[in-house]
């Protein structure tokens, strides 16, 4: 996973970009490289009591490597360290992320749309839910019961009622229970998740559209996970049905730091409609006057921003084209493929108990023990077994309800089921698989003595 070559590259990169300011009067930097190859060592040190996020044995949390290119073109950024706030700021880079963002609204669909990039999926889902209260003042904003947490936390920040709509047994939003609410008439945003952090669900957007409609409400799609699946084309149909409904969405945000290969803080907010650029609207007494062409920050809520995320974004794009027929979607395909796999695995397994068909890359799966309580104890224990036995999964808490919806015989004695949770985001994790079932049933088999 550490690659020589991926530094031979950035030398001869760095020696390229050195041309283009060869005829600046040199100047020298004193830096004690000694000193400096000693702190590096502490640092490597240091890093690796990290887990390895970056071995396809790592299939808890959502945390992919960048890709080679991504990591050198970020890298490469660094000896200029733009900022895209101002044009002066970051000329080349602010042009590459502007690209780049138009990129991506392309690959959902959409032509001529408003974005930007941002630290991550919390401050892109903000400035959606901001540009929103500004659309509907004064009315509620709505999210299924197992969206993010940060729609209900941003929405406190920004002085908005928030109100939870109940899941179905599927883990998606109840559009029974939404339709319930949309009558009070007081609700103005509707929050639809499309690659839930939990549990890898995706909301009933077609449903969703017709509701909206009907009520007229502003539709926002938090696609911070779930978003690039768009370009896979092996999705289950039903799920295919809603990624081609994402297009008559109001706003949406995706993560690059996630699926689209890139460093972390890489997240972006895409806008249907150019016109909300309005609310955006402020002065600057001195960072808006280097050119007539639009400044990125006037149409964020972040000032400085780094624009090493939009260099290495634009690289990686460039490299690898989000095209249903690439690489890039290929690699997710991997992953589709990985999860249906492990799913069919478990559902024949005497240690686990799976819940719903995975829809993207994320599986779900209960211990087996004779009680809900005991379920969470023994899926606690096989967590640490196995990560001893260096294969990383995460634990995530379930809805007692939608676990019994899948599994009957259960004796439900708690509000919830801590269940087990392997996100399958690596392409490797497809030709992984066989190892990591081993793994995993040797944690199991210890837990049974």
């Known amino acids: 996973m550490f690659d020589k070559r991926e530094i031979d590259a950035l030398s001869t990169a760095l020696r390229k970009m050195a041309e283009g300011f060869a005829d600046l009067p040199s100047v ?57 706030h101002a044009l002066d700021g970051g000329r080349a880079s602010s042009a590459m992320e502007k690209e780049a963002v138009a990129d991506l609204a392309t690959m959902f669909g959409w032509s001529n749309a408003l974005g930007h990039l941002c630290s991550g999926g919390t401050m892109a889902n903000l400035e959606a839910l901001w540009v929103a209260s500004r659309r509907n003042p004064g009315k509620k904003v709505v999210a299924g019961r197992l969206a993010h947490y940060t729609h209900e936390r941003i929405s406190r920040v920004l002085g908005l009622e928030f109100e939870s709509v109940p899941a179905t047994e599927t883990g998606v939003m109840d559009i029974e229970a939404l339709n319930g609410l949309l009558k009070n008439g007081d609700v103005g945003t509707v929050v639809a998740t499309v690659g839930t952090t939990g549990l890898g669900t995706v909301d009933p957007l077609p449903e969703i559209v017709a509701l909206r409609d009907q009520f007229g409400f502003r539709l926002h799609i938090d696609a911070a996970y779930g978003g690039y699946f768009i370009i896979a084309n092996e999705l289950e149909a039903s799920v295919r049905t809603v990624y081609d409904t994402i297009k008559q969405a109001d706003s949406i945000v995706i993560d690059p730091h996630k699926h689209g290969l890139q460093p972390y803080g890489c997240g972006c907010v895409l806008f249907k409609d150019m ?11 001195y960072t808006y006057f280097s050119s007539s062409e639009l400044h990125l920050g006037e149409i964020s809520l972040e000032c ?9 974004l634009w690289a990686t794009q460039r490299m690898l084209p989000m095209t249903p027929d690439g690489e890039f979607a290929g690699s997710l395909n991997n992953c589709l493929r990985a999860a249906r796999t492990f799913w069919l695995w478990l559902l024949s397994s005497d240690d686990f108990m799976p819940l719903m068909e995975p829809q993207i890359d994320i599986v779900i799966y209960a211990a087996k023990a004779a009680s809900a309580t005991a379920s969470s104890e023994r899926a606690r224990s096989i967590f640490a077994a196995a990560a001893k036995d260096d294969l990383h999964l995460a634990l995530v808490s379930v809805p007692a309800h939608i676990v019994a919806t899948y599994w009957p015989d259960v004796v439900i004695d708690s509000e919830s089921v801590t269940c087990l949770r392997s996100c399958l985001m690596k392409p490797e994790h497809e030709q992984w698989l066989e190892e990591i079932i081993v793994r995993l049933a040797r944690a199991a088999n210890v837990t049974n003595h």
């Not at 009591?49 to 299939?59: A, I």
């Not at 016109?275 to 007494?285: F, I, L, Q, R, T």
């Open 304 to 312: 400085s921003r780094p624009g090493a995320s939009a260099v290495a």
């Open 28 to 84: 020298e930097t004193k830096v004690d490289f000694a000193a400096m190859t000693a702190v590096l060592g502490d640092v490597a040190v240091r890093m690796q009591g990290n887990y390895p996020y970056h071995h396809p044995l790592y299939v808890g949390q959502m945390l992919k490597p960048p890709h080679p290119v991504a990591r050198a073109a970020y890298a490469l950024s660094m000896w200029i360290n733009p900022n895209n």
């Open 275 to 285: 016109e909300v650029g309005a609310y955006y609207k402020h002065d600057s007494p």
